[in-house]
């Protein structure tokens, strides 16, 4: 008797947890509706060499050479944290001070991304 009433306690816990899980990976990677210059540069292929050089121009200062943080966070693994989508928008909104506000091309944004999702 003990064991089948722990089974039926169990097993919902679990499925529980898979849906709770679900849910935080749909609401942490929720990008809401994107604009054209998005759309632009999620349809562009990246070059991985290109966004590093544009990285250590102007990311570096901040984030580190390797991008190993430094006044700015480590972005190693930053993809499994942000959306594609979440990255374009921390790079070019300027709402996250000291970080400034950079006007990419959508070249530009798309290597800068192939860069960080290589690392
Ligand atoms: C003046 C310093 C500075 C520069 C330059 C800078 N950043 Fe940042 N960056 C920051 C800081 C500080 C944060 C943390 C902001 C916060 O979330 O409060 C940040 C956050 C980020 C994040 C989000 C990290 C995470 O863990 O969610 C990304 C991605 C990022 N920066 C990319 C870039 C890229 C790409 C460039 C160059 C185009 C750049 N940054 C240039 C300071 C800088």
Redesign the pocket.
């Known amino acids: 008797m003990f064991k089948i009433s722990a089974k039926v306690l169990i097993v919902p816990g679990i499925l529980l947890l898979i849906a709770g899980g679900t849910s935080f990976a749909l609401s942490n990677f929720s990008d809401g509706a994107k604009t054209d210059y998005e759309n632009a540069v999620l349809a562009t292929a990246g070059d991985v060499h290109a966004g590093r050089v544009l990285?250590n121009a102007?990311?570096s200062?901040?984030?580190g050479t390797e991008a190993n943080g430094w006044?700015?966070?480590n972005?190693h693994s930053?993809k499994a944290?942000?959306s594609d989508v979440a990255?374009i928008r921390?790079?070019d909104s300027g709402l996250?001070p000291?970080?400034?506000k950079?006007e990419l091309n959508e070249r530009q944004m798309a290597d800068?991304l192939s860069y960080?999702k290589s690392i």
């Open positions: 990285f102007n990311c200062a901040c984030h006044i700015g966070p972005l930053v944290r942000k990255i921390q790079i996250t000291p970080m400034p950079f800068i960080l």
